[in-house]
């Protein structure tokens, strides 16, 4: 129980025993850009929770409610805040998805909001050196030179780097500042970590977001983790993955490498690099060789499964054993405990996503739970992890480089929805874009360019490239570029840009990796606990995170960076046409209610801030396995009202906490599969056939609903007369007035239909999962059975395939290579290696490499060596000699930066605001390689060679 405490009960913060201030404290332990000193130089009287000093002993406390901006978990905080200052944290133990967890990262957030690293002002390069400049100089240059660039080369010359830090609100003004500029040049890092895993699961039952939660998997029989490592990546979900443990659930961790999360298992298993679909077909073989498949399930719910069982039967168990590197009576054994333990979950991370058939690899992974029947149910389905606090609603939220808000497509329809939204005329937002045809794509229609590939956006000849012109300057908004592979052509990229700007709490490699003498602006953005607003979670709940302290220095919230760029673009009027400004600040409420009035794909309508802000006053109501509240003020609803919470708030649907799930009402949380693909295709209906939602009207499948559809039912009038006006000619997706959605959920049926999830896409490049050698495979005689694509335009870019994988690297680079995460870090690691306390915990970049492979090499455990990628990077970093990579495979962590090819860039940030730990790039390393439908970059399966240093 936690006990509540009021101001006066609180103990005033002590001073740091050993008489240190804290700027002492700093340079005693040796806190500086080349290394930390370790933990052991702090006495057990430091090992206490991280107080700030001098603050009299009778100021009052506040206690803030806010949300780790870290991993997606959405683990709660209680900020102590006394005279404006953040002086102390601790878990929320009655939150209902920490439950007082904290890592180390979260432990460690408060450092966040008074990191000393903090960019703190506005800065430029000029003549090689950072000056310090007003607001108004900078904002009046960036646009200036946007406008000029506009005029030359047009709108999509301008790229905008979005970011998985920013709000749902932020993320939503973002993409429509993108659209009133008149470009589809929007990403954010969700295409670097899971966009094939949106692609792939929508396309295949609906939606491209977890199905269950964390949570649920309380509830699990058997959890099967596949490229996933939440001991590291996500430590407190594993709290909730224990105790599915400790009630029975057997545990099946997926890996090339031994991770803690494996230490953890009941049955560990390699694969080789980039096999992952001969394992999950090695899986399948098994289950429909010996009947193990749910038989009713398939025929109730699920088109194509027969040519899944064709594809299958190519991977008996030698050839699994050959391709994937997994023994027969392992594969059996696996299978057989899938089997037995129903309802199972899968897990996935981006050991999964990153590959250049990444989208194929997520479609496997839930057509195995396809097969098994584990969809729609408690302890099963796909749980995906995300790795940013808000990847998932800055995702939902359209910052994509090929959908709107809602993941409303690019076309007319989908424009003139949002068009109504925001009150304008759509012929106007038409003109703010190119009016040509390039390669024969239409700017506003066609996808942009991804985050994956803005350098080739800037380098590639721009003749090859579908858009007037290439990119010449970019806004690197919340996301940094030592997380893009290919590391040189980044920095040649950044080199030749007319302009780079960096809005950022941190000056990021974005800007400190160019080598140029000007050109670049920084833009100090406040953190997450310097504003407020909603932020959405891995397991689509949401919650309202609130301002902890004030914006520091002179950091300004991203929204009002926004709106002061927008004035300078002349377009702030019809941007903010519906939303209040504060003086130069837009209000977030009025942003929440603005997309509550279109989201309507997802169900992002029902959660108006009043419902978000209760459920987080009252977030100790919530019970922690059903994640629902049995009394108090939101009794029956679902923590965070995960979307989707279908119609008006008005309507107070409780969220949806398990996807697709039979057994509810659909006003209850219930669901089916989405028709999201017609109702036929090659003549075969593709509709589900003898299942429903509990208690619908319709016993059967049924297309989505649009207005014609409630005539045809005689539910027309079941609308008030303004809903039928708003209704007519719309559907589920357009009606503004909810109308559809409201008498559809009333008599019990879900408003995008009642369909069949498909195992056959047939408008990917591979309709059903196939497995493709790495285009940087060491298997040469692998590559005639199993080849690549060959190489073809996509999104704007012409995009290699075969010319790569035809070329033999595995003579001069014999190793395999993949990447992962850490524990004390996150992303890009500006942020976290710039927290003391974080940067004590792991102080140098490195390589994993097995014993024999570094004694071949005459390599010892702390030798410097250097990593050769075949692209021509050398990268100098530290040897991990360790059996938990096995001969042949290396790893390295992604999450340094700050040195570039040996040479340090330490003195090429602003002064102080260097990290305090800085190291080689992983991705200065990695090669080439796109997933084909999303442009997901390769990280988890090439080439190199490591020599001693």
């Not at 240059?141 to 998985?164: C, N, Q, T, Y």
């Not at 066609?446 to 300057?473: F, H, Y």
């Not at 870019?797 to 290579?817: E, G």
């Amino acid at each position: 129980m936690r006990l509540t405490r009021t101001s006066s009960q609180v103990k005033p913060a002590d001073k740091p025993s050993l008489g240190l201030n804290r700027r002492q404290f700093l340079k005693t332990a040796g806190l500086s850009a080349g290394g930390v000193a370790a933990a052991s130089v702090l006495g057990t009287g430091m090992m206490r929770k991280a107080r700030a000093e001098f603050i009299p002993h009778d100021a009052p406390v506040e206690v803030k409610k806010t949300i780790c901006s870290h991993c997606a978990v959405g683990c709660g905080i209680y900020a102590h805040v006394q005279e404006g200052v953040w002086t102390h944290q601790e878990p929320a133990f009655d939150h209902p998805i920490n439950s007082g967890g904290h890592c180390a990262k979260g432990a460690a957030v408060r450092e966040v909001g008074h990191g000393d690293k903090r960019l703190k002002y506005p800065m430029k390069k000029e003549g090689g050196k950072w000056k310090r400049i007003s607001w108004d100089e900078a904002i009046n240059e960036v646009s200036a030179m946007a406008l000029k660039i506009r005029e030359e080369s047009g709108p999509d010359s301008i790229f905008f780097m979005g970011s998985a830090k920013f709000s749902n609100e932020q993320a939503y003004l973002y993409r429509k500042f993108a659209a009133m500029w008149g470009t589809n040049n929007v990403d954010h890092s969700a295409r670097i970590c899971h966009s094939t895993t949106v692609a792939g699961v929508a396309n295949t039952w609906g939606y491209g977001a977890q199905t269950n939660s964390i949570n649920d998997m309380r509830n699990a029989k058997c959890m099967l983790f596949v490229g996933s490592n939440p001991s590291e990546a996500h430590p407190v979900a594993m709290q909730h993955i224990l105790v599915g443990k400790e009630r029975g659930a057997k545990v099946i961790v997926v890996d090339p490498r031994f991770t803690h999360t494996a230490a953890k298992a009941d049955e560990y298993v390699h694969i080789r690099p980039g096999t992952d679909i001969p394992f999950i077909y090695g899986l399948l073989w098994h289950i429909f060789d010996n009947g193990w498949e749910d038989k009713q399930f398939i025929a109730e719910r699920v088109y194509g499964m027969d040519k899944i069982r064709e594809e299958v039967a190519k991977f008996p168990p030698e050839v699994v054993e050959n391709v994937a590197g997994v023994p027969k009576d392992q594969m059996y054994r696996v299978a057989k405990t899938l089997a037995d333990n129903r309802p199972g979950t899968i897990v996935w991370c981006m050991g999964g996503t990153q590959h250049h058939m990444g989208n194929s690899n997520t479609r496997s992974y839930c057509i195995l739970q396809l097969a098994l029947g584990n969809m729609g149910v408690s302890g099963g389905g796909t749980n995906i992890f995300r790795g940013h606090d808000n990847v998932q609603g800055a995702t939902d939220f359209g910052l994509l480089f090929d959908t709107l808000p809602g993941y409303y497509g690019l076309k007319t329809g989908s424009w003139q929805h949002w068009c109504r939204v925001w009150d304008i005329d759509y012929e106007w937002a038409k003109s703010r874009f190119d009016q040509g045809t390039y390669l024969g794509q239409v700017p506003m229609n066609s996808t942009g360019i991804p985050c994956s590939r803005w350098q080739d956006g800037v380098l590639e000849d721009k003749d090859k490239i579908a858009q007037r012109d290439n990119i010449r300057m970019s806004f690197f908004w919340g996301q940094s570029v030592n997380t893009e592979t290919r590391g040189p052509v980044v920095r040649e990229a950044l080199n030749k840009m007319d302009m780079v700007v960096v809005v950022d709490p941190y000056p990021t490699m974005a800007g400190v990796m160019p080598e140029r003498q000007d050109g670049v602006i920084l833009l100090p953005a406040a953190t997450q606990f310097e504003t407020y607003g909603s932020v959405s979670a891995s397991n689509r709940s949401l919650q309202w995170r609130s301002k902890v302290i004030e914006p520091l220095f002179e950091c300004k919230p991203d929204h009002e960076i926004m709106y002061l760029l927008a004035q300078k673009f002349g377009f702030e009027k019809e941007m903010f046409k519906h939303i209040k400004v504060n003086g130069t600040e837009p209000l977030i409420e009025d942003i929440t209610r603005e997309f509550n009035k279109g989201m309507w794909t997802v169900g992002y309508t029902g959660q108006s801030p009043e419902r978000l802000k209760l459920h987080q006053e009252n977030w100790g109501t919530f019970n922690v396995d059903t994640m629902e509240a049995a009394g108090g003020p939101c009794e029956g609803e679902t923590y965070g009202l995960p979307w989707p919470c279908w119609g008006t708030p008005e309507m107070k649907h409780p969220g949806t906490q398990i996807l697709y799930r039979t057994d509810r009402e659909v006003r209850n949380g219930g669901g089916t599969f989405r028709a999201r693909y017609g109702v036929e295709h090659d003549g075969v209906n593709i509709l589900a056939e003898d299942s429903w939602s509990k208690g619908s009207a319709i016993e059967d499948g049924y297309p989505e609903f649009t207005d014609k559809m409630l005539k045809q039912l005689g539910w027309w009038d079941q609308l008030t007369p303004e809903e039928q006006v708003a209704a007519e000619g719309r559907n589920w997706k357009t009606d503004l007035s909810g109308g559809i959605q409201r008498v559809a959920i009333a008599n019990n049926c879900i408003p995008f239909g009642n369909a069949k999830a498909r195992c056959i896409v047939w408008t990917f490049p591979d309709d059903i999962p196939i497995h493709r050698e790495p285009l940087y495979t060491p298997r040469r005689d692998l590559v005639p059975i199993y080849p690549t694509y060959e190489d073809r335009m996509v999104a704007r870019l012409p995009t290699l395939y075969k010319s790569i994988q035809q070329q033999d690297f595995a003579k001069k680079f014999p190793l395999v290579l993949t990447s992962g995460r850490l524990v004390e870090y996150e992303g890009g690691g500006e942020e976290t290696r710039s927290n003391p306390w974080l940067a004590q915990l792991q102080r140098e970049m490195y390589v994993e490499i097995n014993p024999q492979d570094a004694d071949d090499r005459g390599i010892r455990d702390g030798d410097n060596v250097k990593l050769f990628s075949p692209d021509g990077a050398t990268i100098e970093i530290k040897a991990m000699v360790t059996p938990r990579v096995i001969p042949g495979e290396t790893f390295m962590p992604f999450h340094f930066a700050g040195v570039f090819e040996m040479k340090s860039l330490a003195g090429d940030y602003p002064p102080g605001t260097e990290p305090f730990v800085i190291g080689e790039s992983a991705n200065t390393a990695m090669t080439y390689g796109y997933d084909v439908v999303t442009q997901m970059q390769e990280t988890k399966a090439t080439l190199c060679q490591i020599a001693k240093a």
